[in-house]
């Protein structure tokens, strides 16, 4: 097998460099700027830019074309990995213009399937990326640790009572455990420095995260792709917490886009706060 299955099962992420062509991120930017121009005005009403900028923005590729291009070229690279369950769909995406300044975590409370390769992260960046613009960091070998306690966590924070789907204290609190078993076994904290169009595959066991976003003259611009198999169940932190609860199969609607399965959708998600159909907000092929 290749380095890049090596290193993604050995270390539980790997960075592919320019993966992406230049032409694309280049379309897929012009795009973007066009998207803004187009709509700040009535983001900025809405109060759904932070600090001027698009902030975790859900399925903005409904709206910009070139990042549905990306997913296409991602994936193909990144084949092996990315389609070792099945041929992955895209579930849902996030953009990001300011960095995510998330704390390590995993992502498996919030992408639970049942079992192993339901789901992985992909994420391309569309602008050079370090330490000074919110850098994504990611713990070498941290997919290996074991699970914490999850019965303890669950009494500890909702005791005689359900997991809800989300609950933020639990997830903190299942991650801060989880970053202490990392520092225990001394695993490296890599912070993954990376140029427009580099990609990064992680394991969804991966603790990862993004460093703060210093430099605002910066931007940092990236695009990150959830993928599963088609049809694969995806749940939450009330199935996560929960391993008694039976997860059914079910059947989702796609379109087809150069060979690849998308999840369907017609609106765009801005920061969790306002949903905005791409009828309204156009669409921007680059
Ligand atoms: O882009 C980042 O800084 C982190 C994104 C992330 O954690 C995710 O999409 O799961
Ligand atoms: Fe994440």
């Known amino acids: 097998m290749s380095m890049i299955w090596d290193t993604f099962q050995k270390d539980g992420f790997c960075i592919i460099r320019n993966a992406i062509s230049k032409e694309l991120i280049s379309a897929a930017n012009n795009a973007i700027d066009k998207f803004r121009d187009v709509n700040d005005e009535n983001l900025i009403e809405h109060d759904l830019l932070v600090?001027?900028?698009?902030?975790?923005?859900?399925?903005?590729h409904y709206s910009v074309k070139p990042l549905q291009k990306i997913f296409i070229e991602a994936m193909e690279l990144g084949s092996e990995v990315v389609d070792q369950y099945g041929e992955a769909t895209l579930y849902t995406s996030l953009f990001f213009e300011l960095g995510s300044q998330q704390p390590l975590h995993r992502d498996t409370p919030y992408f639970y399937s049942g079992g192993n390769g339901g789901y992985m992260g992909v994420w391309v960046a569309l602008d050079d990326v370090d330490e000074r613009n919110g850098a994504l960091i990611a713990v070498r070998g941290s997919h290996l640790l074991p699970e914490p306690d999850l019965e303890k966590l669950k009494e500890q924070f909702h005791p005689n009572s359900?997991?809800?789907p989300s609950s933020t204290p639990l997830f903190n609190a299942y991650n801060e455990k989880l970053i202490e078993m990392a520092k225990?076994?001394?695993l490296e904290v890599v912070t993954c420095t990376v140029q427009k169009g580099d990609m990064i595959i992680w394991n969804p066991s991966t603790l990862h995260g993004g460093l703060e976003h210093i430099d605002k003259k910066m931007t940092r611009r990236s695009f990150v792709m959830h993928i599963t198999p088609k049809n694969m169940p995806m749940h939450h932190m009330d199935y996560f917490f929960d391993r008694s609860k039976k997860i059914n199969s079910i059947s989702r609607e796609y379109y087809k886009y150069s060979g690849r399965l998308f999840g369907a959708g017609n609106v765009v998600d801005f920061r969790h706060i306002k949903q905005i159909p791409v009828s309204q907000l156009g669409i921007y092929e680059g």
């Open 51 to 60: 600090e001027g900028l698009l902030q975790r923005v859900v399925n903005l």
């Open 162 to 164: 359900k997991v809800p």
């Open 184 to 186: 225990i076994a001394n």
